[in-house]
Every structure is written in C-alpha cells, then in structure tokens.
C-alpha cells in the first residue's frame, strides 16, 4: 500500500455499545483524494479477471460497490437486511460481534458462472461476509475475491472465509 489511510479511520470506543469498539470509515470517504486512492488500490487484483459483477453489503458496501464497479467496467449487486429488497429473494442468516441478522439478495442477481467481488468496508467476525459468499454461491456466482478497507486481523474473521482471495488494504491487530 503506497498510501497510510489509518489517521483518516476515526476510532470510536463504546459503540454502538458498551464494550464495542467502532472503526469509522466515513472521514477516509469524505476525501475524494483518498476515496479515489482506495478505489484505485481495491481494484487492482481485478483488473484483469474478467468481473462480471461486484456485491456490495449493505450499507458502506454499497458506496465501495459501486465505484468498485465504475473502475472495472461492470454491474451491482445489493445484499441487504431482510425486508429491504423486492421478491423473490434468497437469506442466510449470520452472527457477529454483538448480534445477529438476516442478509437477502435477490434471485437472478447473479448468473451461474459469473465472476463476482464481494466489498465491504470492514473485515472483523467474518460473518456477514461469510453469509454474502453463501448466498452468492447458492445462485452460482464464481467468487473471484472478497475486498475491505480494513481488515481486523485479532478478530479473525479470514478464518471463516477460508479458502477466499481476500484483499484488504488496513491490518488493525
């Protein structure tokens, strides 16, 4: 990484409760140098694979997603909080630091065999991740990579997403 995004990443302790530890990604997007620079680094492992589409979680997700997309020339795929995206749709349901939530996307997003990049802005548990990439391989999607602003390797989320190219460009540890 040619560029120390970490002093634009605002730190928040106790929330969005007692114990938990927020790292904010909002101030690094509010830089258009910076948010260029992220979407410029995040795309270069996909230059040249081809994607057909790129996945963004909601909510920061879909901000990468889409300018994610923009860089290689390709679509967008929302995956939402139940309830949020019109029918028919497929869920999975996934656990994380402090609850748990149910994920949707809907069915013919993706074409069996597409190629597919999964963005989100943080890597922690994994597993809201963990939940898009099955959700993604239930419709057939090819999973070439799985992208993030920061990676919180202590928390070891990678470990749920084994066997995934995961790209991230901050190691909080």
């Given amino acids: ?13 106790d929330w969005p409760k007692p114990g938990i530890t927020t790292y904010d ?5 509010r830089n258009p140098v910076h948010f ?12 040249d694979k081809k994607i057909t589409a790129v996945v963004g979680i909601e909510a920061r997700g879909f901000l990468l997603a889409a300018a ?9 795929v929302l995956i ?4 949020k995206l019109p029918p028919p749709t497929i869920e999975e349901e996934y656990n994380y630091e402090y609850a748990s939530h149910v994920i949707e996307i809907q069915t ?13 802005d943080i890597l922690a548990t994994g597993g809201t991740m963990s939940a898009a990439v099955k959700l993604v391989k239930k419709l057939g999607g090819e999973i070439i990579g799985l ?6 390797s202590l928390m070891a989320g990678e470990d749920r997403l084994k ?11």
């Fill in 147 to 152: 992208s993030f602003i920061i990676y919180m």
């Fill in 25 to 29: 990604v909002g101030p690094l997007l």
């Fill in 163 to 173: 066997g995934q190219n995961i790209n991230y460009l901050i190691n909080y540890q």
């Fill in 108 to 120: 013919g997003a993706i074409n069996p065999g597409e190629h597919v990049v999964l963005i989100d």
């Fill in 1 to 13: 990484m040619s560029i120390d995004f970490k002093p634009y990443i605002s730190i928040i302790n």
């Fill in 36 to 47: 260029k620079n992220i979407i410029e680094e995040l795309a270069q492992p996909y230059l």
């Fill in 80 to 83: 939402r909080k139940k309830g």
């Fill in 68 to 76: 994610l997309a923009y860089r290689l020339d390709t679509g967008v």
